[in-house]
């Protein structure tokens, strides 16, 4: 089953997403990281700490800075909530950048204990969600590569429908949340109207409890087009999950317009649940990445109404390439039996799978909806599966 | 209990503060996703097959100006599966999440 909740500012621009998850009762010792951002002298934010344990959870919220660290002491009651804002807690701490370090530890039950972030300015019609990891100190430390798939560049592409002339600025929050040295490569694929490239990046050493802004705007000196409009971006390090965390936003300088897209370091051979949104006020863009070493075959299935199928020909979508929901249906591209998107299909869901890896799997996926009243775009997930017809 | 029966339908509720549980009877299998070099601890989907499951979301709201969707999809390729969402803006959850708008997509 997939589920999550879209809560929306009414009239304004401000909209969170919130996906649901079970509790994980293997993870029994770790801690739950984040970044905390402040764009604009108007922005500010919320973490969410709850306690879905049926017993009083204490522990501790820290942000950090590059002045040091700033704890809390936490007491949450069973099934509590607590908001804390961002602003307030940076401005206590004497914290005078824009970013830096969430962590929220929790002395039993971190299972339990579930935490999110999110922020907005109204002034500025900006809101974003923060991405918050599990650090589990009970996982194997070993390479793992955190995956973004939909990074939107300085030019956006006309399918966001941002006014003419508004211009991105794409940057890459990273930062090691272990108590030793990370270090980190980057592999940038961008991806032009005409062209796509590359560029590795290699970092140096993020120290403990340091975060740091990746401008990728810089890339334009090395020759990264102007003209591109999206990368998909892969971090490789050595450690635990959690150790490192990024996020990435594109916003414009007063961040009105703008787009995020998770990283996350999870593949799978099966992505389904994720909703498609096609009308004259939204549209809709999935991509899927192949971080596998063989080809993958990859099938795209579209559902709609009350028994509508939409299948896309294999391998139609290939590793990296989007494809954009809102096409299909004006176009009336025939899918692989002949059949078209009606013009009047508004809204379902998908499925990406790879037809040749049936057990393991080496797909990404993502997915942005655009919502052209407000010029705000927000991203999605689907949930990974097994063959079989379950999950 | 409430939205039995859905069967391959992503549900939209809008709704009302703080966190939701969501029951979902006689639910489904997820495989382990253990996909090294990459295993993500964010996967760790090991579900069992037919017994009751439970999903969290850590934020709601009905304050004023403000409005919440639930938006829940049955993956299964055949079954139905009983969904009971639980809202609680405190120490006592309830069942009886305020409901706004049904909106049933598939």
Redesign the interface.
Known sequence: ????????????LIS?H???????P??SSGSREGIWWLPQSTSDGYV???N?AARMVKGRLIFTADEGRYATELAL?????Q?ISIRDAVQRAGFKGIQGGIRVEAEADVASV???EVLFDESAGFSAIMKV??R?RN?LQ????LRAPLIGLATPDPMLAYPTGTILHPNILVRNAADTPVNAAVTVKWRSPKTVGRFPLKLVPLAPEETRLLDLTTLQKDGLPADANWANVAITYSGR??DLVAIANSYDTTTRYGIQSPF?????FMW??G?WHVDPQHNTLITTGN?GKKDATVALTL??????IYELPEKTLAPGEQMEVGSLIRNQIPDKKGRVLPPDAM???YEIKDLKDTQ???LYEGKVITYKTFGHATYGCA????Y???? | MLFAGIR?T?LVIS?NS?????Y?KN?????A?S???????????N?K?GKD?????????LEP??????????????GS?E?TPIC?P????STSCPLLHFLQ??
């Open positions: 089953m997939y589920a999550a909740v879209l809560v929306q500012r009414l009239g304004h969170f919130f996906d649901a998850y079970p509790i994980f293997e993870f969410v700490i709850s879905f009651a069973p099934h509590q909530t908001r579930y935490v999110a990891f599990e589990d996982l070993q390479s793992y590569t999950p959690g996350t370091d999870s593949l799978s389904k649940g909703m971080a559902f709609y109404g009350e028994n509508g809204e379902g869901s393991i799997g080496y949930e990974c599966c097994m079989g017809g379950v999950g | 391959s992503l709704i703080l966190f939701i549980s969501i979902t639910a489904f299998t997820q495989k996703l996909n090294p070099p990459s295993a993500s601890h964010s996967s760790r989907l579900r097959l499951q439970e999903l969290l979301i850590p934020f709601w709201t100006g403000w409005g919440t969707q639930l938006e829940v999809r049955n993956n299964l390729a055949q599966l969904v609680g405190g120490r006592v959850p997509i598939r």
